[in-house]
T-cell receptor, first 114, second 117 residues
Framework: AQSVAQPEDQVNVAEGNPLTVKCTYS??????LFWYVQYPNRGLQFLLK??????LVKGSYGFEAEFNKSQTSFHLKKPSALVSDSALYFC????????????FGSGTQLTVLP | EAGVAQSPRYKIIEKRQSVAFWCNPI?????LYWYQQILGQGPKLLIQ????????DSQLPKDRFSAERLKGVDSTLKIQPAKLEDSAVYLC???????????????FGPGTRLTVT
């Protein structure tokens, strides 16, 4: 069985400061890892993914994430937070290969304080 | 490019009633997913279609939930009869077929918020 843990329900950060949203995963085989963001009353929007290659992946809106195989982590980061980054963030994992189920974490509410 | 469309956006029903949700995926996307998102939790996959065939329905409560994807395009998800614990947001997503050139991203609709009283 595969799973995702997002250990922090809530992360608060001041505008302009760096932010980190943590994610660890468990999956058999090679993982495909994703971050999605959800704004109120909206569906999920894709931010970035790791499939293969460089461990540091860059995505939309200045976000990046680092794949760490030994620690089974895929933390989301941004060097300088904006108030508009405030939203609910979900990490997700699936096995490599075709037609695999995507499993989401429970989400982390990010609040950027002006 | 038009996104994933879902209707209705909101639905309130009493327990033991039936309800249906509709999803129109992005044109050309072979794979369609239905997720259930209970408040405070991440989305949970209910069923995954590839074209008009079911790929994974292992987490679908088949005694009360059913889904179909006729002609490999639109899809409907039905609950009959509804229970209080079915109150959730039902998300539809679509993606191109997995393969060497796939991006593996899923594109989500706005969801249908179901309240069962």
């Amino acid at each position: 069985a595969q799973s995702v843990a997002q250990p922090e329900d809530q992360v608060n950060v001041a505008e302009g400061n760096p932010l980190t949203v943590k994610c660890t995963y468990s999956v058999s085989g090679n993982p495909y890892l994703f971050w999605y963001v959800q704004y109120p009353n909206r569906g999920l929007q894709f931010l970035l993914k790791y499939i293969t290659g460089d461990n540091l992946v860059k995505g939309s809106y200045g976000f990046e994430a680092e794949f760490n195989k030994s620690q089974t982590s895929f933390h989301l980061k941004k060097p300088s937070a904006l108030v508009s980054d405030s939203a609910l963030y979900f990490c997700a994992v699936r096995r490599s290969g075709s037609a695999r189920q995507l499993t989401f974490g429970s989400g982390t509410q990010l609040t950027v304080l002006p | 490019e038009a996104g994933v469309a879902q209707s209705p956006r909101y639905k309130i029903i009493e327990k033991r009633q039936s309800v249906a949700f509709w999803c129109n995926p992005i044109s050309g996307h072979a794979t369609l997913y239905w997720y259930q998102q209970i408040l405070g939790q991440g989305p949970k996959l209910l069923i995954q279609f590839q074209n008009n065939g079911v790929v994974d329905d292992s987490q679908l409560p088949k005694d009360r939930f059913s889904a179909e994807r006729l002609k490999g395009v639109d899809s409907t998800l039905k609950i009959q009869p509804a229970k209080l614990e079915d109150s959730a947001v039902y998300l539809c997503a679509s993606s191109p077929m997995d393969g060497p050139r796939s991006s593996y991203e899923q594109y989500f609709g706005p969801g249908t918020r179901l309240t069962v009283t």
